[in-house]
């Protein structure tokens, strides 16, 4: 095979000697062609730093009337809270490919003390530190904001103090112990996730406990007792007040189990569910993948990490700013 690039014997072999013609056309033009791409717009994003603004900025929606779906990217799940009736028909459609939809109701827990008692549980006396102490250790994860428990001397110190959620009547305390609701399947389930570990724990250490009201799955009275003090625990469902949705009764997506396919969508009759082009829902928690009502009709969640890299930040900026 004959060579484009002929050596002289004399001069080093690392410069060729060749023709003009040949020089432009297999040496120059391709520096050249390589040269110019820096110039060029980029196809490729350094995603997860910078956003991919290829995917289609389409809801995927199915219109149950017209019999068909538009066109749009099957991602994270959009709920519209003010159209969903709580029928459980995406629910139902999701049975048969991957269970991820669970309906569920809001559920808030509250504790009620007699007044001495409370009293005596602020000094730090008595069993209801004790109490406190073990309910929290099985609820505080869920329920607590964080550090509403921190410090004292007892474990309850922060959170006793939180006037909000102390509230007297008739010589009764009533203590709220979440602010945001819990999600849950119903009071069954509440129990298991909840206070089942707890009230083993306390049951062990001699405290009794009965259910005195059981209105299943809306709500439940526990009574706790021991030498002389009482508490009642009540699980109660939170009125949401959709006037479409009598019994707040809405579907919660676990993006551990969704395989995107849209058939909820596609079964919703009342256009109360549709698919965003949001794909970024990593989670370092198992639990941090399922997405109660409320985080379903927010907006985008998004999980892309900052950038740590101060070059990174600046190319970006420069490229977003020159359109590039
Ligand atoms: S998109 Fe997800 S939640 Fe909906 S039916 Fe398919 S698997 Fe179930
Ligand atoms: S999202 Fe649609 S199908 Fe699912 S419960 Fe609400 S109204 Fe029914």
Known sequence: MRLPVAFKLDSPRWIPQMPADTLIRQVLRPIWTAAKHIFFKPY??????EE?????????????????????FKGRHLLIL?????????????????????????????????????????????????????LLEGVSGPLLEPGSVAGGSHPLQGFVADLKRVSRADGRVRISLNIDAVWEHNVGTFYNNYLDDSFDALTERGW?????????????????????????????????????????????????????????VDACPFYALEMTPDVELSSISRQGLVYNPFMLAGKKVSTNPPSTNPIDAIYGWLRAKLGQ
């Open 44 to 49: 490729t994003y350094k995603y997860p730093y």
């Open 52 to 72: 991919v603004p290829t995917l289609p900025a389409e809801n995927y929606r199915f219109d149950p009337k017209q019999g068909f779906a538009y066109p749009g």
């Open 82 to 134: 003010e159209k969903c009736t709580g029928c459980s028909l995406c629910d139902i459609a999701c049975q048969n490919i991957s269970e991820a939809i669970t309906m569920v109701y809001a559920f808030d827990i509250s504790l009620e003390v007699e007044e001495k008692h409370y009293n005596d549980f602020t000094a730090g006396k008595g069993s209801l530190p004790e109490f406190f102490e073990k």
């Open 208 to 264: 009794s406990f009965n259910i005195i009201e059981d209105k299943f799955p809306d709500a439940i009275t526990y009574e706790a007792s021991k030498d002389g003090c009482t508490v009642r625990i009540s699980v109660q469902k939170r009125d949401l007040k959709y006037p479409q949705n009598k019994k707040s009764y809405l579907p919660q997506v676990d993006y551990g189990r969704c395989v995107f396919c849209g058939f909820c």
